[in-house]
């Protein structure tokens, strides 16, 4: 989907060779892996989300036209806002871009025309949110180019708008609001029930290690929809107005009404929303072994309960538990949207290079193959820079 791999400069200079001109700004967008809190932001609930080192890149220049024309990774659109549609087949890439164009236009925006190179070194397709990444990118240009500033919430809420309704993913929010409010060495606690963010420090001495299995996860392909309805079916049946309100015990009195798997999607739900604070207390409090415990359980319930994990994703956290606690192993499990896609381990500092290599090796020995495997600070949300 993007030029590979390329840093700042190069972005701009591969901008002068297709446009053979110099772009005006250059927007970087983080990706993100989460902490804790996996398929909850749909449902109001509570995630723990840290923007990482790793970037969707776009160089911009205004073209003084009514069309906007993006170039990435040798494909290249271009497209006006009159009556904009979700794009299709080949093209479906342009809805991250196209969607928000649209629902800035829809905000009252006036959208002005615009030339873009996009390119990227975060994975795409890694459940590390390339999708929001490149949301983000395109809201950050289509304001800068038209001079206006959208308050930051407002924003997110615009670019899930665009993923809902020309992507088609039914996705909540806290992909949007990482990306858009990364705060370096913090994870963020966000409340998805009005998108209020706690900045959480991670330990010192505490690396973040994402190991993508290069299983490439489809969002789009109906299991993410089907566990957001299962989730719709099965508070009706509870008889509560929202995830908050539902106790362990108003669950069990449940069990057999809801039968085994709305009961077991339910108990995720409410399992995973008391993991979130409990996580946040760990890492103020330093209590690392809480912290293992707590994403050793949320892997469990994602994998048993949700059925959104893989044997890859399976197999990598099994890996960082075998390696042990008192080798420097913090925590793991699968991180996003999962079916595929990436986990996220914390590791003592020191034992990060050997916690990698394991997890390298046993994904060889297994499968055959080479995950993606790198250790990343934690950085700071989307920004853009004038180019002089
Ligand atoms: C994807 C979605 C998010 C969230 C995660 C699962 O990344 O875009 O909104 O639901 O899956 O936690």
């Given amino acids: 989907m993007f030029e590979m791999k390329m840093s700042n400069s190069e972005t701009v200079e591969l901008f002068a060779e297709r446009f053979g001109c110099k772009p005006e700004w250059l927007v970087q967008a983080p990706g993100r892996i989460n902490l804790i809190g996996e398929h909850i932001d749909y449902l109001n609930g509570l995630v723990m989300p840290a923007a990482i080192d790793r ?20 494909k290249s659109g271009s497209f006006g806002w009159q009556d904009l549609k979700p794009f299709k087949g080949a093209d ?30 975060l994975p795409v397709g890694a459940g590390l949110s390339s999708s929001a990444a490149l949301e983000t990118a395109t809201a950050f240009a289509v304001e ?10 407002r924003r997110a809420e615009l670019c899930r708008a665009a993923e809902h309704e020309f992507a088609g993913v039914p996705c909540g ?43 490439s996860h489809a969002l789009g392909d109906g299991e993410y929809r089907k566990r957001s309805e299962s989730c719709d079916e099965a508070l009706l049946i509870l008889e509560k107005p929202g995830w908050r309100e539902v106790s362990r015990e108003d669950l069990s009195k449940k069990e057999s009404e809801l039968g085994s798997s709305l009961f077991r999607r339910a108990r995720h739900v409410i399992s995973e929303l008391n993991r979130v604070p409990a996580m946040k207390d760990a890492l103020v409090k330093g209590d690392l072994e809480s912290v293992s415990e707590i994403m050793k359980s949320g892997h469990e319930s994602l994998r048993d309960d949700y059925e959104v994990s893989c044997r890859e994703l399976d197999l990598l956290v099994k890996a960082a ?15 996003g949207g999962g079916f595929g896609g990436s986990t996220v381990t914390l590791v003592r500092e020191d034992s990060a ?7 390298e090796s046993r994904f060889r020995a297994e499968f055959g193959s080479e995950p993606n495997c790198f250790i990343t600070p934690i950085a700071d949300g989307a920004s853009v820079n004038s180019i002089h």
């Fill in 55 to 74: 970037y969707v890149r776009m160089a911009v220049r205004e073209n003084g036209t009514e069309r906007i024309t993006v170039w990435s990774d040798g």
């Fill in 92 to 121: 479906y890439w342009m809805n991250y871009i196209g969607g928000v164009v649209e629902m800035y236009r829809r905000e009252g925006i006036e959208v002005r025309g615009f030339d873009a190179v996009i390119t990227a070194d």
């Fill in 353 to 359: 290079e050997a916690l990698k290599a394991h997890l």
């Fill in 173 to 215: 929010i806290m992909d949007q609001i990482a990306v858009g409010f990364g705060q370096k060495d913090h994870a963020l606690m966000v409340d998805c029930s009005d998108a209020s963010i706690s900045p959480v420090k991670i330990p010192a001495g505490i690396s973040l290690l994402v190991s993508d299995t290069r299983v």
């Fill in 321 to 335: 538990y075998e390696f042990g606690f008192e080798n420097g192993r913090v925590g793991s499990r699968m991180t």
């Fill in 144 to 153: 800068t180019v038209a001079g206006v500033k959208v308050d930051p919430t």
